[in-house]
């Protein structure tokens, strides 16, 4: 299930959002429901939601001002502004905030169901893509750390499986090597994925 976030300072417009369409026969769960920008980002803190309905204009902190703080917290957290002013400056700043759409209110159940639906499409695409990266990263590590447990001398497999290691990782230049003899290994303990290793 996609967790959702509505914040919105008219009661009446979030019973709307909660009522208009059947979020968990499209795959979302509302998570947190919040009357104010503060409010909003205590939730979003706290509950880690992969998708924010924003309105602009609520009190102690404006849509505007929410979303640029969740590009800092979360860059990946989706995010739609819902307003009741078509003001071309909030659709200008929707752009810049990379905010997946822009809801003017009064909006039709029929048009939250097909935006939904494409957001799903997307949460699919980022989920899929940041699994690969995961993977992709942990292959590159496992290679490189092979290729300093091997006894193979070419420095050629060391140089080469270290210059795929990413950035963050800050592996130095030289390495202190330690040989344990293990005279009893319980499998049970280790995760089938550490096990080769």
Not at 18 to 43: K, R
Not at 69 to 80: F, G, N, S, W
Not at 159 to 176: A, C, G, L, R, T
């Amino acid at each position: 299930m996609i967790k959702v976030l509505i914040a919105d300072d008219e009661i009446h417009f979030r019973n709307y959002m909660l009522t208009a369409v059947d979020w968990n026969s499209l795959g979302f769960q509302i998570s947190s429901v919040a009357q104010n920008g503060q409010e909003a980002l205590s939730a979003i803190q706290d509950s880690c939601p992969d998708l924010a309905f924003l309105d602009i204009n609520m009190p102690l902190m404006d849509g505007i001002s929410l979303a640029e703080k969740v590009r800092e917290l979360a860059p990946d957290m989706m995010m739609v502004f819902v307003t009741g002013y078509s003001d071309f400056a909030y659709a200008k700043k929707a752009i810049q905030l990379h905010i997946e759409d822009y809801l003017l209110k009064p909006f039709s159940p029929e048009e939250l169901t097909r935006l939904l639906l494409l957001l799903r499409q997307k949460y699919e695409r980022i989920r899929l893509r940041n699994s690969r990266d995961r993977q992709a990263k942990q292959v590159i590590m496992d290679k490189f750390l092979n290729s300093l447990l091997s006894y193979i001398p070419e420095d050629s497999i060391v140089y080469e499986s270290k210059k795929n290691v990413p950035e963050n990782w800050k592996i130095s230049d030289f390495f202190k090597v330690m040989v344990v003899e293990i005279g009893y290994l319980n499998c049970m303990e280790l995760s089938k994925r550490d096990l080769p290793l």
